[in-house]
């Protein structure tokens, strides 16, 4: 709800950076690229809420705005996190496990 912290969002130098595989082709975004990329995306976004936060001045809406931009990279995280473990869009789109 507006105007009601969401969850607690990681601190600057808290999030654990995903690694990136070594057999994933970097020519494509991999779920696992994804996943790596939005963990660094969320850190960024962290540290502005934070700093909005310490100021004192800032305006409510703009602190929501930035809380519900990182609970959406918290789900999107998250979705693409389970993706690349799973493979369950290779296996819906092509029928069979990737090799």
Known sequence: MPGEPGPEPPRAGDAEPISR???????????????ARLTEVLAGEAVALQMLRASGEA?????????????????????????????????????????
């Open 59 to 99: 305006d409510p809406a703009t602190i929501d705005a930035v809380q519900a931009r990182i609970d959406q990279l918290i789900a999107s995280r998250a979705r693409y996190e389970q993706q690349a473990e799973t493979k369950a869009a290779f296996l819906r789109r092509f029928g069979l496990p990737p090799a």
């Open 21 to 35: 595989p070594e057999t994933d082709d970097y020519d494509l975004l991999t779920y696992g690229e994804v996943a």
